[in-house]
């Protein structure tokens, strides 16, 4: 068994002693699929005037720290049922397929960095968004 | 006296089998043995083996409702809330003609017992012409209460489209992927 596998049943097997919803331990692509595909539809390009993309700004945002903070607080990813590390991989997986701009030279997210930074969940959602572009351009 | 060559114990040997044969078998016997093996071929197919995999979804002669796409009891409809695309002119993973797919949806998971397997079910709305009202289906497997509103599948997906507040008609269940 591979390593990712053998972390793959340690965290269902976890989940299931805990009783959580978490027992159905997916890939990060069905991950994001379950939870974030829905609105920013299949290839992360959203809706014009009512979903983000994040193909242009998921790699911008993670070079700024409170840009981290931005993309594992907004309420799609704060409020989702996934655990701290299953966030963690979902961003990771998305910087390497959905963003137009490579993720080389980035550290990747951690799940000691997504409890850090997951709670509160971000109110001021379009505002910071809005900030951090500007920021990044 | 025969003349002798090289071949005439092969003329006996084949005149002898030849004569074996015409003396042990009639020309009815091997009709009816002919007869026997149509027969048998005939009645093979109908000796009692499974044959699920002729007819998939039937059972005891009637459609399993969870094959069957014009039904709530469809395995892919297993959190739908909404009607059927497929009793309203489209199918269970396209639009009825003159209503255009929602881009924003509700995806879940269903369990499809034909094959044992999970699948992402994407809940397209179909959008553009009054409701359809046929074949309402509230099946809400895995939804949650609207106050957890990121995995609640009771918004209606057409409001707020591009082309602002077009009425809803149907929902689709589309397959996206297996869950794995």
């Given at each position: 068994m591979s390593a990712v596998g053998a972390a793959r049943l340690a965290a269902a097997l976890a989940a299931l002693l805990l009783g959580s919803d978490t027992a159905l331990a997916y890939q990060p692509q069905v991950n994001y699929m379950l939870q974030c595909m829905g609105c920013h539809r299949p290839d992360g390009s959203g809706e014009p005037g009512r979903v983000p993309s994040v193909r242009r700004t998921l790699v911008r945002f993670a070079r700024l720290a409170e840009g981290r903070r931005y993309l594992v607080s907004v309420p799609g990813a704060a409020q989702s049922r996934l655990t701290d590390a299953e966030l963690a991989e979902l961003i990771n997986w998305m910087m390497d397929h959905l963003s137009d701009l490579p993720a080389t030279g980035i550290a990747p997210f951690t799940a000691a960095e997504v409890t850090r930074n997951r709670r509160p969940p971000l109110i001021e959602v379009s505002a910071t968004r809005a900030r951090l572009i500007d920021q990044t351009r | 006296?025969?003349?002798?060559?090289?071949?005439?114990?092969?003329?006996?040997?084949?005149?002898?089998?030849?004569?074996?044969?015409?003396?042990?078998?009639?020309?009815?016997?091997?009709?009816?043995?002919?007869?026997?093996?149509?027969?048998?071929?005939?009645?093979?197919?109908?000796?009692?083996?499974?044959?699920?995999?002729?007819?998939?979804?039937?059972?005891?002669?009637?459609?399993?409702?969870?094959?069957?796409?014009?039904?709530?009891?469809?395995?892919?409809?297993?959190?739908?809330?909404?009607?059927?695309?497929?009793?309203?002119?489209?199918?269970?993973?396209?639009?009825?003609?003159?209503?255009?797919?929602?881009?924003?949806?509700?995806?879940?998971?269903?369990?499809?017992?034909?094959?044992?397997?999970?699948?992402?079910?994407?809940?397209?709305?179909?959008?553009?012409?009054?409701?359809?009202?046929?074949?309402?289906?509230?099946?809400?497997?895995?939804?949650?209460?609207?106050?957890?509103?990121?995995?609640?599948?009771?918004y209606d997906w057409c409001t707020g489209s591009d082309k602002a507040n077009v009425p809803y008609h149907c929902s689709t269940a589309r397959i996206v992927a297996p869950a794995r």
């Open positions: - | 006296m025969r003349p002798v060559d090289a071949t005439a114990w092969l003329d006996f040997l084949v005149e002898g089998s030849a004569r074996g044969i015409a003396r042990r078998t009639s020309r009815r016997g091997l009709l009816g043995s002919l007869g026997a093996l149509l027969v048998g071929a005939a009645v093979v197919p109908l000796l009692p083996v499974a044959r699920g995999a002729e007819a998939p979804g039937k059972q005891g002669g009637a459609l399993d409702k969870s094959q069957d796409p014009t039904q709530c009891e469809y395995w892919r409809h297993c959190a739908i809330d909404g009607y059927l695309c497929g009793c309203c002119g489209g199918s269970a993973s396209s639009c009825p003609p003159g209503t255009e797919q929602s881009a924003v949806t509700w995806v879940g998971t269903c369990h499809n017992p034909a094959d044992g397997m999970d699948y992402v079910i994407s809940y397209n709305d179909c959008c553009g012409k009054g409701t359809c009202g046929r074949c309402l289906c509230n099946r809400n497997e895995r939804d949650t209460p609207i106050y957890v509103p990121f995995e609640s599948n009771d």
